[in-house]
């Protein structure tokens, strides 16, 4: 793979991080290390250029070694580019190379800050930086272990010259008329202050004009911040680019797998985990004089589409059908697929004759919905659909039986006396038919009504309103199909036979 600056582009970097091999990186990795390397090398190549006015301050004896080191470790990089085949078909050479890349470029850097005088910035941006930057081109643990080394060889650097051991240096700091025969990183700071005093004597007003700039620059102080805003700035600009970069990625990448994880993929539609999940939601911001609905729909003979059309066929129905419910609803509506052929719509603050409505228009758009098929086959699909309304006075019984229920249980508990016991079986007293029908009725609404009340998640509320519209679903089918069913109606129904049969009984 070819490497040019394109690469570090926000559409590429996403391919460097998520697509391309352990070796393209590591090679990649390679690259940015030349372009440091050749950076210093430039900072050399001017400070021999200028070597007449910057000799004063800096060793040319030791810059010349430095200069060459800093030429054959960039050769070497560019002869690891170069050699890209073997690091790609072998994977214990890949594992070699890395090592041997973090550890150069580790040691390295190490001895360029070392050398130019022990800068905290270039320190803090080749440490940090450098060190989040190989992370995400090669195995970490090389870099991790490459991190500390360097620490600690900083470390161990800066406490060598208490020992009476003197580090070669760059740094030839004269301040005027005050030269210094020694320098290390002790006198570092010392010779910065009087560096500074002396450089703020030549301000007239405390001010600077292009006179006093000349002389200023010309100082040890200005150059040397200087080399090592030269040396960290725009490593540390790329650093930080490349990181905005990939939190970029990671923004667009974590907005991708939520759009895979909560939508069906084929229809668009809500999954039926998110679908369920905003159900919950939508319960638990339901008003007090509102009402829920919901709507289960499955489309009839859909194996058969299968089976006569094929499979493509009938990914194309479940796709366009999709379309026609987005298109029919509004978007305070929930839908979602359900599951196979089956979508789920709910409807919150629906009274129960609009989601009738809305259903019977659903059907009807359906229905009347033409499917091109292949070798231009067009056809019709239509759709059973159970509704179920939670209404608002439904709710406020169910919770009210609840109360009532939770309320006998404890009278009746062991705990309570004979008396209150007495009592409340003094209550049940009637006639065994008037205890038959209003048992059933009182034993479904105390089910219905335990569940809902002791319902530590909504989410098990949705599992009963979706199971109650279900059964509706399923009489729709055995009506002959293409039918809206609905749950109240049919519970409605049985309530109204129970009280026939006990007004005739009486």
């Keep these: 793979?070819?490497?040019?600056?394109?690469?570090?582009?926000?559409?590429?970097?996403?391919?460097?991080?998520?697509?391309?091999?352990?070796?393209?990186?590591?090679?990649?990795?390679?690259?940015?290390?030349?372009?440091?390397?050749?950076?210093?090398?430039?900072?050399?190549?001017?400070?021999?250029?200028?070597?007449?006015?910057?000799?004063?301050?800096?060793?040319?004896?030791?810059?010349?070694?430095?200069?060459?080191?800093?030429?054959?470790?960039?050769?070497?990089?560019?002869?690891?580019?170069?050699?890209?085949?073997?690091?790609?078909?072998?994977?214990?050479?890949?594992?070699?190379?890395?090592?041997?890349?973090?550890?150069?470029?580790?040691?390295?850097?190490?001895?360029?800050?070392?050398?130019?005088?022990?800068?905290?910035?270039?320190?803090?941006?080749?440490?940090?930086?450098?060190?989040?930057?190989?992370?995400?081109?090669?195995?970490?643990?090389?870099?991790?272990?490459?991190?500390?080394?360097?620490?600690?060889?900083?470390?161990?650097?800066?406490?060598?010259?208490?020992?009476?051991?003197?580090?070669?240096?760059?740094?030839?700091?004269?301040?005027?008329?005050?030269?210094?025969?020694?320098?290390?990183?002790?006198?570092?700071?010392?010779?910065?202050?009087?560096?500074?005093?002396?450089?703020?004597?030549?301000?007239?007003n405390g001010t600077l004009s292009w006179d006093t700039f000349n002389q200023l620059r010309f100082s040890s102080a200005f150059f040397w911040r200087s080399t090592h805003i030269y040396m960290s700035l725009p490593k540390a600009i790329f650093i930080i680019y490349m990181f905005r970069t990939l939190l970029l990625i990671l923004d667009n990448s974590k907005a991708e797998i939520m759009q895979y994880a909560n939508h069906d993929e084929l229809t668009q539609l809500k999954s039926r985990r998110y679908g369920l999940t905003q159900m919950q939601q939508a319960l638990l911001a339901m008003g007090d004089q509102q009402d829920f609905s919901i709507i289960l729909l499955d489309l009839d003979w859909f194996k058969n589409i299968n089976d006569n059309y094929g499979h493509d066929v009938g990914d194309q129905v479940l796709s366009e059908v999709a379309q026609t419910l987005l298109n029919s609803l509004t978007e305070e509506a929930i839908v979602s697929r359900y599951g196979g052929e089956e979508f789920l719509i709910v409807l919150p603050d629906t009274?129960?004759?609009?989601?009738?409505?809305?259903?019977?228009?659903?059907?009807?758009?359906?229905?009347?919905?033409?499917?091109?098929?292949?070798?231009?086959?067009?056809?019709?699909?239509?759709?059973?659909?159970?509704?179920?309304?939670?209404?608002?006075?439904?709710?406020?019984?169910?919770?009210?039986?609840?109360?009532?229920?939770?309320?006998?249980?404890?009278?009746?508990?062991?705990?309570?006396?004979?008396?209150?016991?007495?009592?409340?079986?003094?209550?049940?007293?009637s006639s065994p038919i008037q205890n038959s029908s209003q048992r059933r009725i009182a034993h479904r609404r105390k089910r219905v009504a335990t569940e809902i009340a002791k319902a530590q998640l909504p989410i098990d509320i949705c599992q009963r309103l979706i199971c109650i519209a279900d059964k509706a679903l399923y009489e729709a089918k055995d009506r002959g199909r293409n039918q809206v069913v609905s749950a109240n109606e049919i519970l409605a129904a049985e309530n109204s036979t129970v009280i026939s049969f006990y007004t005739a009984s009486k």
């Design 1 to 204: 793979m070819a490497f040019s600056i394109s690469h570090l582009g926000y559409r590429k970097l996403s391919r460097v991080i998520f697509e391309w091999q352990a070796a393209d990186r590591a090679l990649l990795l390679a690259l940015f290390v030349l372009m440091e390397i050749t950076l210093h090398w430039i900072w050399c190549l001017y400070v021999w250029f200028r070597r007449e006015t910057y000799s004063s301050y800096v060793d040319m004896a030791l810059l010349y070694p430095l200069w060459i080191g800093i030429t054959l470790l960039g050769l070497f990089f560019l002869w690891m580019i170069s050699r890209s085949s073997p690091i790609k078909t072998g994977h214990g050479s890949l594992h070699t190379w890395q090592a041997v890349l973090t550890t150069l470029y580790s040691t390295y850097i190490a001895v360029v800050i070392l050398v130019m005088g022990h800068s905290s910035l270039v320190a803090g941006v080749s440490l940090v930086g450098g060190a989040m930057l190989g992370m995400m081109l090669i195995r970490r643990r090389y870099v991790w272990k490459a991190f500390l080394a360097h620490s600690m060889l900083i470390f161990s650097a800066t406490l060598i010259p208490y020992f009476g051991f003197t580090i070669p240096n760059l740094q030839q700091m004269t301040a005027s008329s005050f030269p210094l025969d020694s320098y290390n990183y002790l006198t570092y700071s010392e010779t910065t202050a009087i560096e500074n005093a002396i450089s703020a004597s030549i301000f007239q």
């Design 351 to 429: 009274s129960h004759d609009s989601v009738m409505t809305i259903a019977k228009q659903l059907r009807r758009d359906i229905a009347e919905q033409v499917i091109s098929g292949d070798n231009h086959t067009d056809f019709n699909v239509t759709a059973s659909l159970g509704v179920y309304t939670l209404t608002h006075a439904e709710r406020i019984h169910i919770q009210s039986e609840y109360r009532a229920t939770e309320l006998e249980e404890n009278i009746q508990s062991p705990n309570n006396s004979k008396k209150d016991r007495s009592s409340v079986k003094g209550l049940q007293k």
